[in-house]
């Protein structure tokens, strides 16, 4: 159970991957103008990052290692990645084509947004220990992956709230856009420190 609390408080909170990580700034500060494309793009983040989770774990477990070529890694994960927004392009396109002229060009961009690879990359890291997975490595990869989303969905929540509020607010033009939106996020990364000594 503490490894369960564990990993919950760490991806959502303590160890965020775009507050302490700094990884998925691009849609981070692209999407995150108002709240609906932010709630969106976090949903689709967090069905495509369980998804290639699900895939690379197995094809980790049961290719990668007792074939000995952990080294190809990397690049199995981006293919497999990749597929997997592909999949979730067509059938937001399918089902939704406003949400998906919404998310532009950052539906796509899901494939290099490094959370996406930085999960799958650290489960292998967290729960394989001498070539071999951990009790409950499975079940764990996924939640880790599920709570990087969850996390990645609350700082674009946050962040589109903080955004939508400057709209009304009278910004010098010089810090008027991105200026702005770079020095929120380094306050948000200072408030979310003083988590750090939270102990489960």
């Known amino acids: 159970m503490d490894k369960i609390l564990a990993i919950i408080i760490a991806n959502l909170i303590t160890n965020n991957y775009i507050l302490f990580k700094f990884m998925g700034l691009c849609p981070f500060l692209g999407v995150s103008k ?23 774990w197995a094809l980790y477990s049961y290719v990668l290692l007792p074939y000995h070529i952990e080294y190809m890694r990397t690049v199995v994960f981006i293919l497999v990645i990749a597929a997997s927004v592909q999949f979730i392009e067509m059938v937001i396109l399918k089902i939704s084509p406003a949400l998906y002229k919404a998310l532009g060009i950052y539906l ?19 729960f394989f220990i001498a070539g071999k997975p951990i009790v409950g490595s499975f079940g764990y990869s996924i939640l880790q992956a599920l709570f990087a989303g969850l996390g990645f969905m609350l700082m674009l929540l ?43």
Do not use: Q
């Open 34 to 56: 108002e709240t609906k494309p932010a709630i969106s793009m976090g949903a689709a983040v967090i069905f495509v990052l369980i998804l290639s989770c699900l895939m690379t």
């Open 108 to 126: 796509p961009l899901i494939t290099t947004n490094c959370v996406v690879l930085g999960v799958a990359v650290i489960n292998t890291d967290d």
């Open 158 to 200: 946050l962040m589109s709230g903080i955004r939508e509020r400057l709209e009304l607010a009278d910004v010098p033009e010089s810090m008027d856009g991105l200026p702005i939106a770079f020095i929120i996020a380094s306050i948000m990364g200072f408030a979310f420190m003083g988590f750090l000594g939270l102990k489960i």
